[in-house]
């Protein structure tokens, strides 16, 4: 698709995987609105780029998601692409019963509702528009789940069925859906679990990742992997769990 001329919603664009997104955007010529919790950090983002629009919101609350839509929809009227990509993600124990899961934010809520939330709430906006879509960001580890992040594995494989789903349902309305699988990327996720394996490093920066994401939407490429997961995206089964022994293997 034409990756030039776009007005763009990026969910969780002032860090990581999100920000050089935006910025791979902004340069390519589209306008740019990000989105998250922490007004610093789209402020921090704003003064390298004072063209991105910024906005506090967090997409896990309903108020805010309806609040999210409506401000748009008013302020720019030409949205026609929507990144889902806000995400967390948690090391939970299940061999401690339900203690850890209950403690923490809802990746439930964050990873899989807000984007399914967000999909349908834009989509009669995006209808009609030149050039529209939806880009999901989903993991590696929805193919293949890390044991030790069970809920996170959990949620990014419901993203994906979700995002088959809705691209086939979408084709009728014109607008296109795409799906972003990272593989390990060196950003802030999980900072707690990153902490506990020792200095882990993914050595993939967001940037490039991202150069690859962009061509892959311009070539309407709609599951765009890197790396290991652009093998995970097309595997077997037999493949697949493979995968999955070699690296549960230490947990
Ligand atoms: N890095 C990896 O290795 C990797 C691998 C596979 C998939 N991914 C996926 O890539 C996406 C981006 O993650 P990242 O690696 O770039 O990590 P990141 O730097 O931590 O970015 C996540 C962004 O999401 C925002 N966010 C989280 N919860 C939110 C909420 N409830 N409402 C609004 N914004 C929220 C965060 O900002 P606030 O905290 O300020 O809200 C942050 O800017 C995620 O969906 C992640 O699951 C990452």
């Given at each position: 698709m034409?990756?030039?001329?776009n007005?763009?919603?990026?969910t969780g ?13 902004l340069?390519?010529?589209n306008?740019?609105?990000i ?5 610093e950090?789209?402020l ?16 896990a ?6 609040k999210?839509?409506d401000?748009?929809?008013t302020?720019?009227s030409?949205?026609?692409i929507?990144?889902n ?10 061999t401690?019963?339900?203690?850890e ?5 809802s ?21 009609g ?7 999901n960001?989903s993991?590696?580890l ?9 809920v ?9 069925a ?6 086939h ?8 859906v795409?799906?972003?699988v ?5 950003t802030e996720?999980?900072?707690e679990?990153r902490?506990?394996?020792g200095?882990?490093k ?7 990742f991202v150069?690859?994401?962009m ?13 290991m997961?652009?093998?995970s ?8 769990d ?8 230490r947990?």
């Amino acid at each position: 698709m034409e990756i030039s001329g776009n007005t763009v919603l990026i969910t969780g664009g002032a860090t990581g995987i999100g920000y050089a997104m935006a910025e791979a955007f902004l340069a390519a010529g589209n306008e740019v609105i990000i989105c998250g919790r922490r007004k610093e950090k789209l402020l921090e983002a704003q003064k390298k780029h004072p063209e991105f629009h910024i906005k506090v919101c967090n997409v896990a609350e309903e108020a805010n998601q309806k609040k999210l839509a409506d401000w748009i929809t008013t302020n720019f009227s030409n949205l026609n692409i929507l990144v889902n990509n806000a995400g967390v993600q948690r090391d939970i124990d299940f061999t401690k019963g339900i203690t850890e899961f209950l403690a923490g934010e809802s990746e439930i809520k964050i990873n899989l509702e807000a984007p399914i939330v967000l999909c349908g709430l834009f989509i009669p906006y995006l209808t009609g528009k030149k050039e529209a879509a939806i880009i999901n960001v989903s993991s590696g580890l929805g193919f293949v789940p890390a044991a030790r992040m069970p809920v996170y594995s959990a949620t990014k494989a419901a993203l994906h069925a979700f995002s088959m789903a809705l691209r086939h349902q979408l084709l009728k309305l014109g607008i296109k859906v795409f799906e972003v699988v990272p593989p390990a990327v060196d950003t802030e996720l999980n900072p707690e679990g990153r902490a506990k394996r020792g200095r882990f490093k993914a050595n993939l920066s967001p940037e490039e990742f991202v150069a690859s994401v962009m061509k892959g939407i311009k070539d309407d490429v709609f599951e765009i992997g890197y790396g290991m997961t652009e093998g995970s995206i097309k595997a077997s089964r037999a493949e697949l769990d493979k995968s999955f022994q070699q690296m549960n293997s230490r947990w």
